[in-house]
C-alpha cells in the first residue's frame, strides 16, 4: 500500500509550477486594474495622500518582477496584505471564513454522495426503465437550474413555506451549523449530483454486467451485499476524479450560495470585499481558493490510489 | 414421442442432481417470435457424477450452464422447460431462495478469472464471502477456512497470496482462487465454463487435476463446458455434444469419443489433434455455423454434413437411443455409421 | 466468449429488426427536435420582445409597485413598478445573445490551442498544458468574478471573464481528439504525402475534431448563461437598469414572501433554456458522432 503512495512527493514537485502559475496569474490580475491602482482600488475614498500612502504601501512604484517577488516573498510568511476595508491582515479574514466554506463543502459532498448513490443504483439496475428516466430528468434538470436560485427555491419551499429551515446564517454551535447550513448544502448538492450521477450510473451498469459480479452471484450475493461489497467500490473509482475534477466547480458554487444563504464564509467575504473595492482581500481569498483546487487535485489521486490496487501512479510518472 | 428423456432411464430421476428438461433460452418479444438459443436441451446429471459440454461458440453451451446458475445475460431468459436441482424446480423460483442455493449447493467457475474476480479486493476475502454468508463463518473462521482451501488447490504461501489482489496473481493461481471460492462451501454441483481455456496447456492439466481431485472428495458433481475434447476427455465421466443450440449427441465419454454416431461429432474429432497419432491428419469441418437468426428449418447441421439427405433439410432430427444410455440426434445415423461397429 | 459471440449475433439480429438509430432522418431524432423548436421559440421570443412586451421593461412606475399578477401584468410588476412580463421577454434578447456572443471567443481560442498542442506535441504541449492546468486551478465563478470586478462591469468583461476561463475546456477535449486523430491512418497518409502541417491540421484533422467542441459547445452556452445570470444575481452583471434575468431575480428575492412569482419565472426561463440546448446539445452529437452514443 505505502510503496504506491510513493509518487506523492514527485506528484507534489510537479503542482509547484502549477502554483507559481496560480500566483502569478493572481498577481496579474490585480494588475489588469486600469489606470493607477491605487487610484482605481480606493475609488470614491481617493485623496491625494491616501493614494500616495497606498501607492508606497502596494509598492505600486517598484519596477513589475520586484513587486511580484514582494508579493511572493510575504505569500511565503503567510502574508496576503492588509484588507482596505477591514484595516486588519487578509491572512486572518481568510482563516476566519474558512471553517464556514470548508464545512458546507464537505456538507455538500456527503448530501451529494446520498443523493446520487442511491438514485444511480436506482437507475443502473434496469438501464432505460422508467425509474432510470426519472433520474434522468432530475439530472437534466439538476444542471439547467441556476444554483442561487435553487437556493432562492429552497429558502421558498422550506423556510418560508414549511417554516422548517432556517432563511439564512450560520448559527452558534455544531448542531445549529449542521441545521443552518443544511439547505445551503442541499442547493449545492442538487447542483453537483447530476454530474455524479452521470458518472456513477454508467460505471454501475458496466460493474453490474461484469464478470466478477456474475462471481458474486454464484456465491449467493444480491441485493445490499453485492451493491456494498463489489459494485460500489468498482464504481466508485472512475467517479472520484469526476468528483476531484468537479470540486472546483462546488468551490465556485459554493461562493455564490454563501451570498444566497447569508453564510460568513469566503464567498461572502470575497463578494463583499468586491463591493467595497478591497482589492487585497479579493485577491487573497482567490489564491487561497485556487491552491486549495490544486491540493484537491493531488488528494483525487491518492484516494483513487488507495481504491484501486491497480493504479500505480508512481510507476506510471517514472516511466 | 421421443425416446430422449429415456436416454437416463427412469431409474436415475430419483438419482439425478440435475435434471434440465426441454429447455429453451433466448430472448423474448413482444410479439411471440421469439429468438430461440439454446432449444430443447434435455440432460441429467447424478449426484457425484461428471458430465461434460462440448461445443463450438455459440453452440449455446455457456447459456445452459447460466440458466442453471441464474446468470443469464439481460435479455436472455428461460422460454420453457424446467431445472430441477435436487427435486427443486430452479426456473421461476424467487430469486433469493434460488441465492441461499448459490454458494454451498451450487457454485460456479468462469472461463476468464482476470475478469470473473473483481479487482479491487483481496482474493482472500472473496474467497471468504461465500463461507461467512452461508456457513455464518466469523471473519477470522472464514480467512483461515479461505487460506486452507487455497492450499487445498496448490497454491504455494496461501498466507501471503490471500491479502493479494487479482491482478498480482498469474494466470494459473487466478483460476486456482476460483476454484477455492467454488468448493469453500462444499457445493453438491459445480458449474465450469471454460475454466482452462484462458490457461496454457501445461497449467491446464495442473488445474484440471486440482479440481477433479477437490470434486472427489467432497463427491461434487460437474456440469463441465468446454470447447476442447481433451478436456472432456480428461475430465468427465459423461458428455453431450451441442451444435446450433440443440444437443447432437450425448452419452458416456469413452462411449461418444470412441464411437461417436452424430456427424458432427465425428467431424470434431477428425478436426482435433490427438497427441497418440500425431502424424493423423486433421479435417477441418466446412463451413462455418448457423448464427442464431440464421438456423435452417431442419438439421442445424444439414448445411454442412456429407451426409445430408432431403429429410435433413425439412425436419428436426429427434434425440434417439442407440445403445442404452447413448442417443444421437440424427435421422441418417444408422446409414452413416453402418460399417462402425457400434 | 461464448456468450458473448451468441449474444452479438442475437443483439445485432433485433438491430437490424428495430432499424439503425444513427441512419433515422434528422426529424426522427426526438432530442434534436425538442432542443430546435425549445430554442427556436426562445429566440423567437426574444427577437419580438419589442412587440410582445407590452410595457416598456425599463419604464418605472412607481404607483403601481408590487403590484400582483393580473390581467394588465401578467406576472405583476417589481419595486419599481416595472412589468416583470416585459422584463423577461427583454431579458431573455440580453441573456441569450450574451449566452450565443461568449461561447465563440473561448470556442476559437480553446481549438487552436488544444489543437497545435495535440498536434505538435513536446515542449509546446508540456508548456501549454501546464498553462492549462493553471487556468483550470481557478473556479469558474471565481475567476469570472475577479476578472468583472478587474474590468469593470458591462457586456465587455463578461465576454473576456468567460472566454479566459471557458477556453481551457476546449482546448483539452480538442487536444485529446488531435492525440487520437493524429494517429489515424488517412492522417499519416497526408503527413507522408508531404502536406504541410497547417494543411493536414486544419483539412485533415479539424473536421473530425470539431465535433465533440462543437458537442461541448452547446453545453458551454448553458453554462455561460448561468455565468451571466448568476452575475447579473450578485449585481455584477449587466448594469441595471437593463432587463436580464439573474437581476429580475435578484430585484424578486426581497419579495419572495408576498410576491413569489418574481423570482421564480426568471429562473424558470433559464431552467426551459438550458433543457432546450441540452436536448439540442445531445441531438446533435447523435447526429455528428453516432458512433460514440449507446
Known sequence: MLHRLSFVPGRLLQSVPVAFGVTLLVFFLAHLLPGNAALALLGQRATPESVAALTEQLGLNKPLWEQYLLFLKQLGQGNLGTSLTYQSPVTGLVLGAIPVTLTLLAYALVLSLAISIPLSALASFRPGGGRDLGVRAFTLLGQGMPQFWVGIMLILLLAVGLRTFPVGGYGETAGEHLYFLFLPSLTLAIAMSPTIIRSLRSSMITVLESDYVGTAKSKGASGVSLLTGHVLRNAAIPTVSVIGVNLGYLVGGSLVIERVFALPGLGSLMINSIFTRDFPTVQGVTLFVALFVVVVGILTDVIYTILDPRVDLGRASSA | MRTSSAAGTAASTALSLLRVTDLRIGIRRRRGDDTVIVDDVSFDIAAGQRFGVVGESGSGKSLTLRAVADLLPKGVEVLSGSILYDGRELVGMPGAERRRLMGPEIAMIFQEPMTALNPVVRVGDQIAEGPRRHLGLSKRTAHSLAVEMMAKTGIPDPERRSRAYAHELSGGLRQRIMIAMAVSCSPRLLLCDEPTTALDVTVQHQVLRVLEDLCADTGTALAFVTHDLAVVNQTCTSMAVMYSGRIAESGSVVEVLSNPRHPYTRGLLDSAPDFDQPERQLIPIAGFPPSVTGRPVGCAFAPRCPFAVERCRTAVPPREEITPGHDTACFESERIFAGVPA | ?294
Not at chain 3, 486523430?181 to 499519416?188: F, G, I, S
Not at chain 3, 433554456?273 to 445531445?282: M, Q, V
Open chain 3, 1 to 294: 466468449m461464448t456468450t458473448v459471440t451468441t449474444l452479438y449475433a442475437a443483439r445485432r439480429a433485433r438491430r437490424s429488426t428495430a432499424g439503425s438509430r444513427s441512419l433515422k432522418p434528422w426529424y426522427r431524432n426526438g432530442s434534436l427536435v425538442a432542443g430546435i423548436v425549445i430554442v427556436g421559440l426562445l429566440v423567437l421570443a426574444a427577437l419580438l420582445a419589442p412587440v410582445l412586451s407590452p410595457y416598456d421593461p425599463i419604464k418605472q412606475d412607481l404607483v403601481n409597485a408590487l403590484a400582483p399578477p393580473s390581467s394588465t401584468h401578467l406576472l405583476g410588476t417589481d419595486k419599481f413598478g416595472r412589468d416583470v412580463l416585459s422584463r423577461l421577454l427583454w431579458g431573455a434578447r440580453v441573456d441569450l445573445r450574451v449566452g450565443f456572443i461568449a461561447v465563440l471567443i473561448p470556442f476559437v481560442i480553446g481549438t487552436v490551442v488544444g489543437g497545435v498542442a495535440g498536434y505538435f506535441g513536446g515542449w509546446l504541449d508540456t508548456v501549454l498544458m501546464r498553462i492549462v492546468d493553471v487556468f483550470f486551478a481557478f473556479p469558474f465563478y471565481v475567476m469570472v468574478i475577479v476578472l468583472v470586478f478587474v474590468l469593470g462591469s458591462g457586456e465587455a468583461s463578461i465576454y473576456i471573464a468567460i472566454a479566459a476561463v471557458s477556453w481551457v475546456s476546449y482546448a483539452k477535449i480538442v487536444r485529446g481528439e488531435v492525440l487520437v486523430a493524429k494517429e489515424q491512418d488517412y492522417v499519416v497518409a497526408a503527413r507522408l504525402g508531404g502536406l504541410s502541417h497547417a494543411r493536414i491540421l486544419v483539412r485533415h484533422i479539424g473536421p473530425n475534431v470539431l465535433s465533440q467542441a462543437i458537442i461541448y459547445g452547446m453545453s458551454d452556452i448553458v453554462m455561460d448563461i448561468m455565468a451571466i445570470v448568476t452575475l447579473g444575481y450578485l449585481g455584477l452583471g449587466i448594469a441595471p437598469p437593463t432587463a436580464e434575468w439573474g437581476s429580475i431575480i435578484s430585484d424578486g428575492q426581497e419579495f419572495i414572501t408576498t410576491q413569489w412569482q418574481q423570482a421564480t419565472i426568471p429562473g424558470l426561463a433559464v431552467v426551459v433554456t438550458s433543457l432546450g440546448l441540452s436536448w439540442l446539445g445531445d441531438g446533435l452529437s447523435d447526429l455528428l458522432s453516432p458512433e460514440r452514443r449507446k
